[in-house]
């Protein structure tokens, strides 16, 4: 028959450090867990310093050349750190040498950062310094055309100040004067034509405002200013309708300037329904009717 089965019993040589004296190995419980301690208090400085460095602050000094700086600059462009970007961009605007073809290059991305920012100003003036000090530079039109750009942004509703809205079309009239050869002036004369029919918007609302309340004097002149001085406009034809109504009003009785103003959309628009109903003109009798002078204003 088998031996009976005894219990397990622990050599009794066996020390509280763990390990049989002699045997050459031993690891005491308290040094395996310092040790443990140890290194996660190793990790744990390494790990600091990975996002310490991950997390420093972008200083433009840290980088020795001109190229360097910029080449970080861009990067910091392309990873949408646009602080960061307009940073390095102003510093090489402000250290690089007139003649340096960095130079215009650093001065579009400086606009460019600050227009990602919305600080439309600042990118403005950046656009506008790149055209002025490097006007034959391949940027130069590109810039113009920007800077009229961040205006129109900048004017929000024609009803606000003009101010910005003259500053766009001073630079659109730039890059179509100065560049005409440029494939951005086609850009240039369409804005500039979307600006004169916010001009004329402006213009044509101050009239309404005035219409509205009766001041009928004040209203045709400011209708005639929409005629005058943008005739091609969609608002000319609603201004001089105005007019022709403003003029034959009972306590007015201007017929004879009614008549003039009416020639005058005739010879613009014969073919129009509302013209013909203002000026009260039988649609078959229009084209004998109609004369071919100009816009009243002209």
Not at 190 to 202: N, S, T
Not at 204 to 217: E, L, N, P, Q, S
Not at 239 to 254: G, Q, S
């Amino acid at each position: 028959m088998p031996a009976p089965s005894t219990p397990l019993q622990l050599d009794p040589r066996l020390s509280d450090a763990g390990h049989l004296p002699g045997s050459g190995r031993s690891v005491a419980v308290g040094e395996r867990r310092g040790g443990g301690r140890r290194r996660i208090v190793v990790c744990l400085g390494l790990l600091a310093v990975a996002v310490s460095a991950c997390f420093r602050p972008f200083n433009v000094r840290d980088y020795p050349t001109s190229v360097a700086l910029f080449e970080a600059g861009m990067a910091k462009f392309e990873a949408k750190k646009f602080g960061d970007a307009a940073s390095a961009f102003e510093r090489l605007t402000l250290d690089l040498p007139a003649r340096d073809t960095l130079l215009p290059k650093a001065q579009w991305y400086l606009g460019l950062a600050r227009l990602k920012r919305s600080e439309r100003l600042l990118a403005a003036q950046a656009f506008i310094k790149l055209s002025e000090t490097f006007p034959d530079d391949s940027l130069a039109d590109d810039a113009l055309l920007k800077s009229g750009q961040v205006y129109v942004e900048l004017w929000k509703t024609p009803s606000l100040d003009p101010q910005y809205g003259l500053l766009a079309q001073s630079q659109f009239r730039l890059l179509v004067g100065v560049y005409p050869n440029s494939p951005l002036a086609d850009s240039g004369a369409k804005a500039l034509k979307d600006l004169d029919e916010r001009f004329a918007a402006k213009d044509y609302d101050t009239g309404m405002h005035y219409y509205r309340r009766k001041a009928f004097d004040s209203a045709i002149l400011y209708f005639k200013d929409v005629v005058k001085n943008w005739p091609e406009s969609e608002r000319a034809k609603q201004a001089m309708l105005r007019m022709v109504e403003v003029y034959r009003l009972p306590f007015m009785n201007y017929e004879d300037d009614a008549r003039e103003v009416c020639q005058a959309l005739l010879g613009a628009y014969p073919e129009d329904t509302g013209v013909l109903a203002a000026c009260k003109i039988d649609p078959a009798d229009s084209t004998a009717t109609a004369g071919r002078r100009p816009p009243a204003g002209r």
